[in-house]
């Protein structure tokens, strides 16, 4: 390969993978190296606007427990809850498992929220209803890879939601 021809590769290459950089970050695959934590906060506020819920904030501390809790699921990412004193759901996933997949997973679990009822019909909603409770106002979420290779991801929510007899929104 002459030195054009190398220039010509190097710079085709360079193209493509700022390419592949950007798109995976419009389509929320690939994290923010300055923000982290965004898609978490961005597919949160998506599920909420559209039920006219305000929007949720990150916060350091919650994002602290969070992390704290992730790091004792490394050892078989079992899927247990934390028995915290924040609202919480968790994902478990493989590869590189963004924040945005784990968020859009729960939010799968509207249709089966009934605000008529207030209840779920015919599946599971906590999920769906914990990203969209509205007095959840504070954030915080982490991920783990796991000695099994999945990925443990959790997010906690302040004030927990989810209270029997009262609508997330």
């Not at 923000?35 to 350091?60: C, L, M, S, T």
């Not at 004193?85 to 089966?112: C, D, H, I, S």
């Not at 990203?131 to 004030?159: E, Q, T």
């Amino acid at each position: 390969m002459g030195f054009s021809n190398l220039s010509l590769y190097i710079c085709s290459v360079a193209l493509l993978l700022a390419a592949r950089v950007s798109l995976a970050r419009k389509v929320g695959y690939a994290p923010n190296p300055s923000n982290p934590h965004q898609d978490f906060v961005d597919e949160h506020n998506r599920a909420r606007a559209a039920v006219g819920v305000g929007p949720i904030r990150w916060n350091d501390t919650v994002a602290a427990y969070a992390q704290n809790y992730a790091n004792t699921r490394i050892r078989g990412c079992d899927m247990e809850h934390s028995g915290g004193p924040y609202g919480e759901n968790l994902a478990e996933g493989y590869g590189e498992m963004t924040g945005a997949q784990a968020v859009k997973f729960w939010v799968t679990e509207r249709p089966n929220y009934d605000y008529g009822s207030n209840k779920c019909v015919g599946d599971e909603c906590g999920h769906y209803t914990q990203v969209v409770w509205r007095n959840s106002v504070h954030l915080g979420c982490a991920r783990a890879k796991c000695d099994n290779n999945w990925v443990f991801v959790i997010c906690s929510y302040d004030p927990p939601g989810n209270y029997e007899g009262e609508r997330p929104y």
